[in-house]
């Protein structure tokens, strides 16, 4: 069983830049897809961005393309959100997840292990 615990969340300006990791523990995630969605008050849960085992391919929601960059340290069994331009419709809870397989994908269906969240607000 994996446990995923996110990190790095908080208040920022808008224009701001935050680094969220999600380290995972009990067993390891470098062989699996990881990705990160997030769910805003009153709005169901989206997906932000994902990578492959390898980190060889990433996929992205339209809204966060040219800020948002993932990445993971399959050493340190460990996955990054690099988070920047954030914007007041980037807050939310943001939540790491381990996919079912190799690829990258952005089917939350896909996911069979999530962390509990972080909370990104950003300020206007």
């Known amino acids: 069983q994996v446990q995923l615990v996110e990190s790095g969340g908080g208040l920022v300006q808008a224009g701001g830049s935050l680094r969220l990791s999600c380290a995972a523990s009990?067993?390891?995630?470098?062989?699996?897809?990881m990705g990160w969605f997030r769910q805003a008050p009153g709005r169901e849960r989206e997906f932000v961005a994902a990578i492959s085992w390898r980190g060889g391919i990433t996929y992205y929601r339209d809204s966060v393309k040219g800020r948002f960059t993932i990445s993971r340290d399959n050493t340190k069994n460990t996955v990054y959100l690099q988070m920047n331009s954030l914007k007041p419709e980037d807050t939310a809870v943001y939540y790491c997840?381990?996919?079912?397989?190799?690829?990258?994908?952005?089917?939350?269906?896909?996911?069979?292990?999530w962390g509990q969240g972080t909370q990104v607000t950003v300020s206007s």
């Open positions: 997840a381990k996919a079912r397989g190799q690829i990258a994908t952005m089917r939350s269906a896909e996911y069979d292990a």
């Open positions: 009990g067993r390891t995630v470098s062989i699996y897809g």
